[in-house]
Structure formats: C-alpha cells, structure tokens
C-alpha cells in the first residue's frame, strides 16, 4: 500500500491503496464516485471515462501511481448542478435509454468539445467510435453533441 495525494473534481483526495490499482477502483470504491461506470474493464467500452488534465481517459487502464498531478474529473466534477453543455443538451434530446454508458459517452464528449468547440460530424463520430452504447442511442448522442456545439438546434 501507498498513499497518494491525489485532485480529484477540484479536491484533494488522499488514499492509500496498491499503486498498481486501476483509477476506476480508487473512484468507485475508495472515494464513492460511482458516476464512473465499470463496463469491460479494458479500456474497449468507454463506461469509465474520466478525464485527466482535459483529455478523456479510460480510468480502468490508469493506474493511481501514474496520475501524478494531474486533475481528475469525473461526471460528478463536470459540472456542480449538472447544467454543463453537454448533460444539458443530453436530456433535451433524450439521449440516455437504459443509461449506463451514458457517463463516459458526456466526459468523451465534453473532452471533445473542449478541444475542438465546433467539430464535424466526422470528428464526432471520431471521437465518439471507442464508447459502446449497447441501446444503440448514437444518432441522438451525435445530435446532442452537436446542439451541446451550438451547431444544431
């Protein structure tokens, strides 16, 4: 075990748990993040996603000792009332069905559209390609984006 010090939605978190545990498990059952979703636990369906710094990652492939200083932020830190963008562009399309990847599909999102604020339609579905939805959701995930955009209305 290790203690490590880390920021997570703007707060400084510490935990003392194996360096090698994934960033899913230190959310989830460390710190009771639990907006985090475990999905495949290899970094294929997307559900975990989090942000590091401002990029999207999948937290069950970072371990906790490479965090480092860097900020984490998940869908509890994306915004305090949930009013963000994105969440709110995802429920004025009614994008969540059965609703568990839906998490990791708004952190993808948010991360995109942070770097990029008007994409394409090709650099959505770029973006978007390495998050599963097993209810089959992509037209109106793709639609939010875009509202979330300010490209669609």
């Given at each position: 075990m290790a203690n490590f010090t880390l920021n997570i939605n703007g707060k400084t978190q510490?935990?003392?748990?194996d360096p090698?545990?994934?960033?899913?498990?230190?959310?989830?059952?460390?710190?009771?993040?639990?907006g985090t979703k475990y999905g495949c636990g290899i970094a294929q369906c997307g559900a975990c996603t989090v942000h590091l710094g401002d990029v999207a990652v999948?937290?069950?492939m970072i371990t906790v000792s490479s965090?480092?200083?860097?900020?984490?932020t998940t869908i509890e830190g994306l915004s305090e009332n949930?009013?963000?963008p994105v969440q709110k562009a995802w429920l004025e399309v009614d994008v969540p069905q059965c609703g568990y990847c839906q998490?990791?599909?708004i952190m993808t999102a948010s991360a995109l559209l942070k770097k990029n604020p008007?994409?394409?339609?090709a650099e959505i579905d770029m973006a978007m390609n390495g998050n599963i939805c097993r209810c089959g959701t992509y037209l109106r995930i793709k639609k939010a984006v875009k509202i979330a955009a300010g490209s669609e209305s």
């Open positions: 510490e935990v003392d748990v090698s545990t994934p960033m899913l498990w230190v959310l989830r059952d460390h710190l009771k993040l639990v999948r937290s069950c965090v480092g200083n860097q900020e984490v949930g009013d963000h998490a990791g599909q008007n994409p394409t339609d």
